[in-house]
């Protein structure tokens, strides 16, 4: 289980390919803010995002902000919502618009492991809830668009020091949460045996 | 002679409101910092431990920049008991917390998540038709009003389960639907954190008696031995299904398991799972008749 630090966007696909899953990782540069609200707009109802999604780092939030001027906010709490509920934008997200990191809690069902690994993706896990130490990490809010989905709006966030964040699901066809299910439903069957 | 108003005590009740919503979101208690700690302790996997560790460091950090535990400002419920004498109807008292709510997401801001449940349209400052939610309890001879305020996170929330078990299924088939909950529900609550079960009554009664069990001080006991017997086995199962912090895998799936009860139907078996995130946010305060406020009183 090695550390990475990565700078997103990323466009040399090799910053994506060397990350294994449970490898431990460092995030740079810019990462863009989305959540559902957002996903639907551009899929559903086919509206392309005003922002370019190429090479980079998606993060599963919607920031608590303070607005300080016409499209512009302040942070004030900056987290991570539950994953599971977006995963079927993953291969449009990586396959369309060329992301290649999306960021969440809680993990991605095992539908992801198979577009990433064919589109050279990785699914980060961030720790839920913890948001306090997120928020200093988060430098500034350098762009937001769609504002009207407040506060589902397409985030452009600059960062240092992002993380630690762990690979969850690699490139490579692994899933630390496919693994930790397999087991546990092993384990479960033992379990109902003693009841 | 006490010349305080229904007026007055409704404010104080709004001002309680705002500061117990702010101060659930910025400071866990001692008990389930405690939790947290014994948690990092014990915790091997190295994904396991990372992410307890960092639970640490954001709490501290929380701590040092006055700023929320986590940006989920949840869905505002409070529970209150109400003395049999105290001098504020109900009615009153709901107001009283449902503008406090609003005033603490305009005043701090708060991340403002209450919507329409068709539209999806946002209904204001985390209030709205039927929000908050308040539990009520109703005490005999007593003047005095205990309120606590538990903002309920979604993402935990989204993990609540209930199955209508059989008489025949018994205790085991109790065990076996808290796991299978559990497991399947793997890192998306953000474990480990409080399983709440609720167990007889109605099917309804049982899901708020397991919003009930996690609202509890994390650890206490149900005062029923049959039932906190129960609490100790489920904890202990839990904790062998290796789902481990945030689901990465490890040894601590979840910090307790607390249950609530109630008598039921001879043809019913219910059994309801809510759960609580390891930031199990609360807080407490108790408003005397005479409108004065006690903010260190757990109950």
Known sequence: ?195 | MSTVTGTDLQHAVEDVAAHLYVWALKDIPQDLRDALAAARLRETSIPGKRVLETIHRNVNIADRDNNLVCQDTGIAVYTCRVGEHFPLHPTRIYEGLRDGTARATVEHPLRSNAVHTITRENTGPNIGYRLPIVHWEFIPDWDGLDVKCIPKGSGSENMSFLKMCIPADGVKGIKQFVLESIVGAGGKPCPPGIVGVGIGGTADYAMYLAKEAITRPVGTRNSDPLVAQLEDELYGLLNETGIGPMGLGGDVTVLQCHIEHADTHMTLNPVAVNYQCWAARRASAHIAADGSVDFDREF
């Open chain 1, 1 to 195: 289980m090695a550390n990475h630090t990565v700078t997103f966007p990323v466009t040399d696909p090799n910053e994506i390919l060397k990350l294994q899953a449970g490898d431990e990782v460092t995030v740079q540069g810019h990462i863009i803010g989305i959540r559902d609200r957002t996903q639907i707009r551009i899929f559903d109802q086919g509206v392309e995002p005003p922002m370019d999604l190429k090479g980079a780092f998606l993060l599963h939030t919607a920031p608590g902000v303070r607005k300080v001027a016409e499209h512009k906010y302040e942070k004030v709490c900056i987290g991570t919502t539950t994953s599971a509920r977006m995963v079927r934008f993953t291969e449009p997200l990586g396959r369309q618009y060329g992301v290649r990191a999306i960021c969440g809690k809680g993990g991605f069902p095992d539908e992801a492991i198979e577009p990433m690994h064919e589109l050279g993706m990785v699914y980060f896990a961030i720790v839920g809830g913890a948001a306090a130490l997120e928020t200093t990490q988060i430098e500034e809010i350098e762009d937001v668009q769609w504002e009207e989905l407040m506060p589902e709006c397409l985030w452009k966030f600059r960062v240092k020091d992002f993380g630690p964040l762990t690979v969850g699901i690699d490139a490579h066809g692994n899933s630390l949460y496919r693994d930790v299910q397999t087991r546990a439903r092993a384990k479960l069957e033992e379990l109902y045996a003693r009841l």
